[in-house]
């Protein structure tokens, strides 16, 4: 059973490039979560699906932000016109939708910077 | 809102040496899960334990042990007889249950814990 991945494990970009980020989730897991960690501080929930469907998205995701899973298999998180602030690990994690089943497991995450 | 306090920002002990984490949580649900993640130099958020808000026994694993009280909102982790290898960032965290819906996590600031050989 292979773990969560993320692509790419790291991205340099320039201030207003937009970038795109890939999470593949635990084969089975139909629950999948993004999360921003900023140095020096624990991750923070920005979204999650349910399949598809994109059911609680945080203030913290502003209208740059979009998250999409389109085939409830993958997702891609894409962040427009970056800003210095975007500079962040980018954190996927998916568990299954199994009762009793509520632990979230974490990929190794994306790495932002933004000059 | 929920929020999680991991009052110690770092910790040093000279290895072999017990310590002890502290997690103090707030929330307004009657039930909700609890978590310890352990994030090494590599960044990989690794889960260490899960608790449900209605099961408080105390829990063991290996060198590893947990004590929840519900009464003062707090979930406590031990690591006896510490090694160099447990040097890592740990992370006390808290969520909805399921049943209720969204269970996005909401995270403590993490404790950086240091063993020193």
């Known amino acids: 059973d292979t773990g969560v991945s993320q692509d790419p494990r790291h991205k340099i970009t320039k201030r207003g490039q937009n970038v795109t980020f890939r999470c593949d989730p635990i084969?089975?897991?139909?629950?999948l979560y993004w999360y921003r960690q900023t140095l020096g501080q624990g991750p923070e929930f920005l979204t999650y699906f349910q399949n598809e469907a994109q059911l609680e998205k945080s203030r913290l995701l502003s209208d740059r932000f979009s998250a999409e899973r389109p085939k409830g298999s993958f997702s891609t998180l894409e962040i427009q016109r970056t800003e210095q602030g975007d500079s962040a690990m980018y954190l996927c994690?998916?568990?299954?939708?199994?009762?009793?089943?509520?632990?979230?497991?974490f990929g190794p995450g994306t790495r932002l910077t933004v000059l | 809102a929920q929020k999680v306090t991991q009052a110690q920002t770092e910790i040093s002990v000279v290895e072999k040496e017990d310590v002890t984490l502290d997690c103090v949580y707030e929330?307004?649900?009657?039930?909700?899960?609890l978590f310890w993640y352990k994030q090494p130099p590599s960044g990989e958020l690794v889960f260490l334990i899960r608790?449900?808000?209605?099961?408080?026994q105390n829990e063991i694993s290996g060198r590893y042990s947990w004590n929840f009280q519900k009464s003062t909102s707090s979930f406590n982790f031990t690591i006896t007889a510490s090694q160099v290898v447990d040097s890592a960032v740990y992370f006390c965290a808290l969520s909805h249950h399921s049943g209720g819906g969204a269970d996005g996590l909401t995270f403590g600031k993490g404790t950086h814990l240091i063993i020193q050989p």
């Open positions: 608790r449900n808000s209605f099961d408080e």
């Open positions: 994690a998916s568990r299954s939708g199994l009762a009793g089943s509520d632990t979230q497991y």
């Open positions: 084969s089975e897991h139909n629950r």
């Open positions: 929330t307004r649900d009657t039930t909700y899960y």
